[in-house]
C-alpha cells in the first residue's frame, strides 16, 4: 500500500513514503534474521523462522503450477524468486501480455508482503486471477513488462522497460533497464559498460547480428589504435588496506606485496609518494592498466596523462599506452559473451583467428587482430628508436608499420605513393592539423572559462572531468601532426639527395 501511494504523490511526500517503506522491509526482515539465527541470535525461534520459509515456497509453487497449467493463458513461468516472477508468453504483443498478466495475478500471491511482479513479459491478466486465489492482504501485482528481453542468470537480466501506463500506447518509448550486469556494475569501467550497453541496444532494436559485431569490431579498434579516451579505461574498485594477505609482509609471512588488488598496489604507491594520502576503507582508487609487466600494470591516472618531472621535452612526450589486450580480452569480451552466448554467438571467434574450442581460458593465449589505423599521436621513427633504446619493454620496437595517411603496410610514416605525391600528402597533414587546432583551442578556452583564468597554462588536474582526457590527447596528437608536416616540409625543401642523411625522417 506504501508503494501504491509513492506513485500518486509529489516529491517531497514521495521520500517520506519511500523512507517509511524502506523501514518496513527492514524491519521484516531483520526479524527474519533475528528468529533463524538458533541460539546465537537475540530472540531465537527456528520454527517461526521455518514457517515463514515455507509458506513463501509453497505459495510460489503453487503460483508457478497455476500460471503453467492454465489452458487459455499459454503462458510459462522461466524464473521464479522469493517473491517475483517471470512469465513468458509467446506470440503475444505488449497489449495482451499487460492483459493477461492482470488475470494471472489476481489468484495467487508470492509472500506475506506486497511484491513488484518483475514479470518480464507478462500481463495484468495474470496478476488479477493470482491475487483473487490468496487471502488478503497477499497480492501479485503485475508491475512492468520488458519486451526484449536478455536474462542470463538469478538476478541478472536486461530489457527494455515498459510501465503500465504503456501498454495503452502501441508507439511508447521504453527505457532500458538492467539490473546485475555489467552496464550498472561499479567495479568495471566505462568502455566496457559503454560498449555492452550499446550492444544490446543493437541487439534489441536490429536483431542482426552482424551490426553487432561491427560496432564491437570499430570499438575495440578504437583501443587498440589508441583512440579511445583513458576516462573510459578508469577502474575504481574499493580497497580496504589491513585486510588483504600482502599486509603481512612485514611479518614475514609473504614475500612480496603483488597478492594485493591493483587498486591496493595503487592506493600503497600513493602513499609512498605522499605520506598523507593515505586510502580510506572502502575508498574507491582509480586506476588504469598499461602495457607493462603483470605486477607493475596497474598504474595511476596522472601516469598515463602528464609527463614526469624533468623531461627535456615535455609536448613532444610519449605517454604510455593502456593495455588494450587486457582491455579487450579480459574485460570486454567476457562480459558480452555471458550475454550472447545465452543465442549460440561465441564472441571471441570475432577476435582470434582460432576458436578457443574446449580450452579453459586460462590455457590457451588469444590472437588479437591488428588494428587496421595508426594511431594520431604516432612518433616519428627516430623518436621510437631513442625511446627503445632508453629503458622501454620489447613493445617499443614494434610500432605499427602502416601508412599514417593510407594505412597501406610500409616500413615508415608514409608509403611510396603518398611519399611521391607530396602536394596531396602535404593538404591531408595540414588539414589533419588544421581540425586538431581547432579542437584543441576550442577545448582550452572551455578550460580556461571553468578555471577563471583568462590567459596562461591551465594547471587543471580535475580526473573526473572529461575535457581534461580530450585535451591533454588533442594537444599531443597536435604536436605530432606538426612534426609529420615539417618532416614533409624539410624533405621536399632538400630534395631526395638528402634523405639517407635525415635521422628524424624514413620516408
Known sequence: MVKRAMKQVGSALHRTLNARQFGLKLIAN?????????FSGRMPNVHLADAIVQTGRETLQRTIAHVNQHPSWGARVIYGDTDSLFVLLEGQSRQQAFITGRQIAAEAFITG?????????TGRQ???EVTAANPHPMELEMEKVYHPCVLCTKKRY???LYVGYMYEHEHASPRLDAKGIETIRRDGCAAERKIVEKALRLLFTSGDISAVKAYVLRQCDKLQCGRASLLDLVFANEVRLGTYKSDRVRLGTYKSEESAP???QVARHRQQIDPNDKAQTGERIPFIVESARLRDSAQRP???????HGVPDAARWQAPRPDASYYILNRILPALGRIFSLIGVDVFIWYTRKAPMAIPACKYKQEMRRSRRAPLDRALPAAVAQRARHGATIVGYFESSHCILCDKPCPALLCAECADDRLTSTVALTTRRNLLEARVHALVAHCLRCSAARVGPIECRNLDCPHLYSRLKLQRQYTTAVDHLGSLARRAGRGDK??????ELAW
Open 30 to 38: 531483520v526479524t527474519y534474521g533475528y528468529t533463524s539465527a538458533s
Open 302 to 308: 596522472e601516469v598515463l596523462l602528464f609527463p614526469p
Open 126 to 128: 495474470i496478476a488479477a
Open 262 to 264: 591493483p587498486g591496493a
Open 113 to 121: 508482503r506486497q511484491i513488484a511482479a518483475e514479470a518480464f513479459i
Open 498 to 503: 638528402g634523405d639517407e642523411d635525415d635521422d
Open 158 to 160: 536486461m530489457g527494455y
